[in-house]
């Protein structure tokens, strides 16, 4: 006989045999009858599974504890009182794995998500685990549906880099170097010549200077890969690996930047509600009654647009005690974001024209030398979830800007090249895909998004 998975067998019509393999989560009744709720991770909810003790000894059943795994055969009857269609009648059991009451960690619901975070390699069996990397999972496929479907290319930019995107300097080093006897050159830095790449190389913050030369060769391309950040921010909203989508189009201008990406994150919260009713429905009845009304707000209400400006004079008149004060030139921290959005325009807000100073060399200035071409979206509960520009397309105004922050243009050559070589005007993005995630699943800690976190001091498995 064929397994089929719970989530398909819990709309089949009664009368059939089948086969069904998975997790113990629950076992109760008495001597003459024992029900056994079984999870396989294709959907949150269970199948019920009856043992008439009249067809099975008490010495069978002694291995089906929470948590042991198993295979079942039966028939499928209509069920009436779990909750369910059908129930499972078992003619024949098989124990794969058993799991000791004593020792298995999964014992009861409820357990705290702090604990689970410490048990993360058994976390996923859990009800909101399952939940989340389900939604992880459709997320990602919509993420390549909607490129896809606009005609953008899917382009693997390295994890391995030389380059800093960013200019935040907070990179991991990669080195095959011996640790314990680094070679020094005379001047005492590092001699970085016989290393592996004979240079120094780390993993990429960004993907998007690579981006850059897809889209002005491709038209429009995305990424989707994993970035490093080695800053110290111990948040529940850092991580140091996390997931980034950066979509980069040619002949796109900033309006054309802020249009995708709304449309793009309406699109991505909309196939949530449309594909993930389940999971989501259980996430909100667990964690966060407003989730689902939080999610069809987003997707029905136009986002704020509003010069970064004029958001520091609103935060300025508002009164509000921030624990960091705002001024014109400050960067904004995520309790004056949240306060823009939450308090003052109740709705997503896509900030633009940030002080040159505290963003990214590449972002194309303004006609007023001291503002930039860029924009944050900014959302409920989340503050940044995207950060993005149109992109300094002059060759003499990208290679001043480099010598003004003393960024050294001979790593960047092939970067500047583009601007040499038939430049264009382009835009582009990108997305934090544990920030999305956070938004769409309404968990409170990005550790709580991922299947396995990394962040500092923290690097299990
Ligand atoms: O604003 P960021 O640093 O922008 C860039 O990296 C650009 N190169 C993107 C582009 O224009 N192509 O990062 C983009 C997004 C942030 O808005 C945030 O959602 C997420 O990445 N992000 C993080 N997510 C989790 N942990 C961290 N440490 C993050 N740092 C940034
Ligand atoms: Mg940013």
């Known amino acids: 006989m064929e397994r089929i998975k719970v989530c398909e067998l819990l709309n089949k019509e009664a009368g059939i045999e089948v086969q069904v393999k998975g997790w113990v989560r629950t076992k109760r009744g008495n001597k003459n009858i024992t ?39 039966g028939s499928l009857v209509a069920s009436v009182g779990s909750g369910q269609k059908v129930e499972i009648h078992a003619g024949s059991l098989l124990v794969y794995g058993t799991a000791s009451p004593d020792t298995y960690p999964l014992q009861k619901k409820g357990h705290s998500l702090e604990f689970l975070r410490e048990i993360g390699h058994l976390r996923p069996r859990t009800n909101t685990f399952g939940c989340v990397l389900r939604i992880r999972h459709a997320m990602a496929f919509a993420i390549h549906k909607f490129f896809n479907d606009k ?24 080195t095959t170097l011996d640790l314990n006897n680094v070679p020094k050159s005379a001047d005492g830095k590092v001699d970085y010549s016989n290393d592996f790449f004979g240079k120094a190389t780390n993993l990429t913050v960004s993907g998007q200077l690579e981006g850059e030369l897809g889209a002005l060769a491709l038209g429009q391309i995305y990424t989707f890969g994993p970035t490093f950040r080695a800053e110290n921010s111990n948040t529940p909203r850092h991580l140091s690996e996390f997931w980034m989508i950066e979509p980069e189009m040619a ?23 449309d594909n993930c009713a389940d999971d989501l429905k259980f996430l909100n009845d667990m964690f966060d009654k407003e989730l689902i009304e939080r999610l069809h707000g987003v997707v029905e209400t136009q986002f704020v647009r509003l010069p970064y400006t004029e958001g520091v004079e609103i935060l300025m008149k508002s009164g509000q005690k921030f624990e960091y004060p705002v ?5 904004l921290q995520s309790e004056h974001e949240r306060y823009l959005v939450e308090k003052h325009f109740k709705k997503p807000v896509i900030l633009t024209d940030y002080p ?55 790593s960047l050559w092939w970067y500047i090249d583009t601007r ?42």
């Open 420 to 461: 040499r070589f038939g430049s264009a005007p382009h835009s582009g993005f990108g997305l934090g895909f544990e920030r999305l995630l956070l938004f769409v699943t309404g968990m409170a800690n990005i550790r709580d998004v991922i299947p396995f976190p990394r962040s500092p001091k923290n690097a299990e498995f």
């Open 327 to 331: 001024s014109w030139g400050t960067d």
């Open 251 to 273: 002949f796109y201008e900033i309006k054309d930047n802020m249009d995708l990406a709304e449309e793009f994150i309406k699109y991505l919260v909309q196939y949530a509600l």
């Open 151 to 174: 005609g953008f290319f899917y382009l693997h930019t390295p994890l391995i880099t030389a380059s800093d995107a960013e200019g935040a300097g907070a990179m991991f080093q990669v």
């Open 35 to 73: 029900f056994v709720a079984l999870n396989d991770g294709s959907i949150v909810n269970n199948i019920q599974i009856v043992f008439d003790m009249n067809n099975f000894t008490e010495e069978q059943l002694k291995d089906v504890t929470t948590g042991a795994c198993i295979c079942v055969e």
């Open 356 to 410: 040159k100073d505290i963003k990214a060399f590449y972002m194309k200035q303004n006609d007023d030398g001291r503002t930039v071409r860029a924009m944050d979206v900014l959302f409920p509960k989340i503050g940044e979830i995207i950060g993005g520009s149109q992109r300094e397309e002059s060759l003499e105004k990208l290679e001043n800007r480099i010598k003004e922050l003393n960024m050294g243009t001979e």
